[in-house]
């Protein structure tokens, strides 16, 4: 496959625009007086289907030759991944089919369905979902839609640093959540072009460290598959793809709990009146818990992508301020 590269993500802002929003800025005086920095969040949280993973989805759809989208097309995903490719299909008249975990948050599910994809569940446990998705494309012959580990999907997720950049050239730093890296790969390949000294870091569960432990390994390292309430990054190993990409631009990977994470979502809804799903608020827990390394000295202006927004309401109801430790913040 080609690499990834800031003319790739240049490309993808323009093939993606009927699909994909502007997402505006947010600040928050009162998160920069807990953190003592200047925080500025891109709020992928407001993007169409509710997720950053428009951006890719509709890059790679969008360029499928016509003669094949009548074979539709294959993507495997725990949720935000499977509502944009739904939503990027039908925009572009295609049959999309989607093999979700049986445990993906219900709301999720429920769009996907609703755009008009074709669910296929499985055990993420006990069952593969490449291997179910390699079946599906074998009998169909419909373009596989990966929800990362790709150039164009990167590329595509690359144009939501891109838009920040643009509006904030200053940066001293860009943090980014990281499940299998095609978010942050794509953000940091366009990143270092436009500002080479922006400072980035990516950041992951504690529960599911993969990335983490790649970083420190210097090579892709997989776990099992983690239990963490940030469904969305609950993959086990970074991508072939993206890993190195990582490796090479992004400065660390910062880890947090589950407890922090609930408290960020909670700081966000309630000061900031914005809902953020758990994977997505990752990046503000690692602010709010000092997360960043040694002070970071240099490192006053801050992009945090808040990655997305689809919660079940019922789990946020669980995370009533009292559930949340209040060490956490």
Do not use: W
């Amino acid at each position: 496959m080609p690499p990834i590269t800031p003319g790739g993500v240049r490309a993808a802002a323009g093939r993606i625009r009927p699909l994909a929003k502007r997402t505006p800025v947010l600040t928050s005086s009162d998160f920069d007086h807990t953190t003592g920095a200047r925080v500025y969040f891109k709020c992928e949280n407001l993007q169409t289907g509710g997720a950053f993973k428009i951006r890719g989805a509709s890059n790679l759809i969008l360029s499928i030759p016509p003669a094949d989208l009548p074979r539709g097309v294959v993507a495997f995903s725990s949720g935000n991944h499977a509502i944009a490719v739904s939503i990027a299909a039908r925009h572009a008249g295609a049959a999309a089919t989607i093999v979700m975990p049986a445990d993906a948050p219900r709301s999720k599910l429920e769009t996907a369905r609703a755009y008009g994809a074709r669910i296929v569940p499985y055990d993420r446990l006990r069952e593969s979902r490449e291997s179910i998705a390699a079946s599906i494309l074998e009998e169909s012959g419909a373009t596989l839609v990966p929800p990362f580990d790709h150039p164009m999907i990167a590329e595509g997720q690359g144009t939501a640093a891109l838009e920040l950049l643009e509006d904030l050239p200053d940066l001293d730093a860009l943090i980014a959540p990281v499940g299998g890296g095609g978010l942050l790969s794509g953000c940091a390949t366009i990143a270092k072009e436009m500002r080479p000294s922006i400072r980035l870091f990516g950041v992951e569960p504690a529960d599911g460290n993969d990335t983490f432990l790649s970083f420190q390994a210097g090579e892709r390292r997989s776990i099992p598959m983690p239990q963490t309430i940030a469904d969305g990054l609950r993959a086990p190993q970074p991508g072939a793809i993206t890993f190195p990409i990582i490796r090479q631009s992004v400065e660390r990977i910062l880890l947090v709990t589950d407890d922090e994470i609930r408290a960020a979502v909670m700081f966000l809804l309630t000061r900031l009146k914005i809902l953020v799903e758990p994977s997505g608020a990752v990046g503000a827990a690692a602010l709010l818990c000092g997360k960043l390394p040694g002070g970071t000295p240099g490192i006053s202006k801050i992009g945090v992508i808040l990655s997305g927004g689809n919660m079940d309401l019922d789990q946020l109801a669980a995370y009533g301020v009292g559930h949340v430790s209040q060490t956490a913040v």
